[in-house]
């Protein structure tokens, strides 16, 4: 008697089990129509100047397939954008990563509802991990006098840089008169060597030797000039430059939205006040231009004395962007504007700066100089 009663509970835990496998034989079973595929290749991490995918990325797919790139996207591009069902292959080609910061670009491999995606990530380093920026070599500079005539000769600007891409030395060519009323060729070079504390430059003008010695803080700015006029500079807290401290005068440096914005020098014999807007364009060349192509109003303060600022990080963060227009102020009140225009390569670095000046006492703009910029 006591079997029969469990007879029933056996027949329910039967019919239950034979209803679940009833149910799971009626779900649909979702096979993906892509195999054969490398899955650590659906991720590739490259260097900022490889320009090919890790390796081709093989597939079979049981279904015609296209593929789909972010416009945004347009530095990496594809071999092959879609093709029949059977095995396929697609080679992946990059340009060189020249915008200073790290990149993301995915590619889908689209048939019907399923899809395969590649993530394509590009540093902004090499894998020296140096930043991968085309280096300035040279810079030729035109100029012109207030009638807008080109002078006779062109000065010629000739940058090098170590194995880490710090600048090592200047030298720079130009043609002016002389005592004696005649053109000579003049030649200068600056030469530039590193410590953990320190930058020591040795400078030669025509066999005129001379030099200064920089020393760092502990974040790489230089914060005093070692020469007969000893000079010292002052950072904010976000790493701009505030003041340049001299013996009888002191220089300030005002920022807004990372861009040097106005410049005030009460000693000095031309402009005491400088206002100054900026460009579009990213001030993004391994070379500070803004320093280089300025006058001592602009960033370096002393330009003639602080040629080493070009190199960007060793007098604090440089400027955003590009200069547009620098307005000075002078002590008889009258301005002086020198305003900038620009040209630029398929990877947005300028390649020539054009610049215009504007004087009393007639305030009509000139061309003032045409500068021509050669990457590596």
Sequence with gaps: MKTMKKAPFIFTLLSLLLLSLSSCKKESVTVS??????????????????????????????????????????????DNTSGEAGSSKINITLEENMSGTDREAKIDIKADDSVL???????????AGVVHKPLITSVVAESFDDKGVAEADKSYI??????????????????????????????????????ESKIIEKANFNSDLSGNIFTLNDKGYIISVDRENPISLQYNAEGYLSKQLELDNTISFSW???????????KASYSQLTEITYSGYENNTNLDLNTLLSSSELESGANEHFLIGVHKGVMGKSSKNLVSISAGKYKDD???ITRFEYEVNEHKLPVKITTYTTKPPLNIEYLTSINTITYE
Excluded at 34 to 46: A, C, D, G, I, M
Excluded at 172 to 194: H, Q, S
Excluded at 256 to 266: A, F, I, R, S
Aim: no cysteine; net charge negative.
């Design 33 to 78: 129509v892509f195999t054969n595929y490398n899955l650590e290749l659906l991720t590739q991490v490259l260097f900022a100047d490889e320009v090919k995918g890790k390796e081709t990325f093989a597939f079979t797919s049981t279904k015609p397939w296209t593929t789909a790139i972010d416009t945004a996207n347009s530095w990496v591009t594809i």
């Design 334 to 336: 009258s301005d002086y």
């Design 158 to 195: 000739y940058f090098k840089y170590d194995t880490q891409n710090r600048l090592i030395q200047v030298r720079i060519e130009f043609t002016m008169l002389n005592g004696d009323n005649k053109p000579e060729v003049f030649r200068a070079t600056r030469d530039f060597t590193y410590s």
């Design 256 to 266: 807004k939205d990372g861009n040097l914005v106005t410049l005030e020098n009460p």
């Design 117 to 127: 995606t590649i993530t394509v990530s590009q540093k902004a380093t090499t894998e």
